[in-house]
T-cell receptor
């Protein structure tokens, strides 16, 4: 069966520090991968999606970037975090378009 | 542009009763998929049910059913026989079949009362 792993679960970082959140999927090949951010009490905002290695599409301009160095690995990064980057970050995968997305457990990021 | 509207920020339901969570959407695509997710306080997103725009019948999954009215562009979630464990945020989402655009609604917080 397929599983998705996302870490760390919680992260506290100072303003201006770098960020690297990692997400890996097991049990499937060539998944579509997604990064979302959820502000407190709000819905999900799609940040990035990827349909293959090295293929990244950005939905909103921001301080973050994403990379997919391997088929089942998706990384969310920032060179210098802003206070506005605080939130709950969720990674997800799907087998194809029109398939449900399956989410990791999320990372709660607090910027001080 | 695609948009999902969930007009009920919060809902209360008595345990064992049924509840309907509203979702309307806006799209010009002829083909799309509609999804409902549950997010408990722990934060995980749990897939509940899916409806394709060309599906003739309303989707059902256990106690969950989707009341799909294509002409009205609505995809309401019906939860029958509510349980205390159903208390959570519920998100309606839409996926375009021709692209990767996956849009979530703002969510509805459901509270089940004992």
């Amino acid at each position: 069966s397929q599983t998705i792993h996302q870490w760390p679960a919680t992260l506290v970082q100072p303003v201006g520090s770098p960020l690297s959140l990692e997400c890996t999927v097991e049990g499937t090949s060539n998944p579509n991968l997604y990064w979302y951010r959820q502000a407190a009490g709000r819905g999900l905002q799609l940040l990035f999606y990827s349909v293959g290695i090295g293929q990244i599409s950005s939905e909103v301009p921001q301080n973050l970037s994403a990379s997919r160095p391997q088929d089942r690995q998706f990384i969310l990064s920032s060179k210098k975090l802003l206070l506005s980057d605080s939130g709950f970050y969720l990674c997800a995968w799907s087998g194809d378009t029109n398939q449900p997305q399956h989410f990791g457990d999320g990372t709660r990021l607090s910027i001080l | 542009a695609q948009k999902i509207t969930q007009t009920q920020p919060g809902m209360f339901v008595q345990e064992k009763e049924a509840v309907t969570l509203d979702c309307t959407y806006d799209t010009s695509d002829p083909s799309y998929g509609l999804f409902w997710y549950k997010q408990p306080s722990s934060g995980e997103m749990i897939f509940l049910i899916y409806q394709g725009s060309y599906d003739q019948q309303n989707a059902t999954e256990g106690r969950y059913s989707l009341n799909f009215q294509k002409a009205r562009k609505s995809a309401n979630l019906v939860i029958s026989a509510s349980q205390l464990g159903d208390s959570a945020m519920y998100f309606c989402a839409m996926m375009r079949n021709y692209g990767q655009n996956f849009v979530f609604g703002p969510g509805t917080r459901l509270s089940v009362l004992p």
